[in-house]
């Protein structure tokens, strides 16, 4: 499966920004979706995961309450919803794949996003 992140940007602190990610290939609903982050000189970490079909989600102490994960399974796309956003939350963020909810093999291109305080 091929995956696509976009919605990345700069925005001040407390903003909000929705990020994407387009999948194309294989069975979209067959993949349980997360989203990771690098911020920069730092290693990538998980953000949040959703499940294949959008019934349970998991997010990082760091996020929780913040931002919230959804997906679109017609549409093969699963969204990064951030509000209140940090100067912290500052990273590069990946939308990855796992068919079996424990190791994503497939990773989209990034995209940046920059909090400014």
């Known amino acids: 499966v091929q995956l696509q992140a976009s919605g990345g940007g700069l925005v001040q602190a407390g903003g909000s920004l929705r990020l994407s990610c387009a999948a194309s290939?294989?069975?979209?609903?067959?993949?349980?979706m997360g989203w990771f982050r690098q911020p920069p000189g730092k290693e990538r970490e998980f953000v949040g995961r959703i499940s294949w079909t959008g019934g349970s989600t998991s997010y990082a102490d760091s996020v929780k309450g913040r931002f919230t994960i959804s997906r679109d399974n017609p549409k093969s796309t699963v969204y990064l919803q951030m509000n209140s956003l940090k100067p912290e939350d500052t990273a590069v963020y990946y939308c990855a794949a796992s068919s079996n909810d424990r190791v994503y093999v497939y990773w989209g291109q990034g995209t940046e996003v920059t909090v400014s305080s």
């Open positions: 290939g294989r069975t979209f609903s067959s993949y349980v």
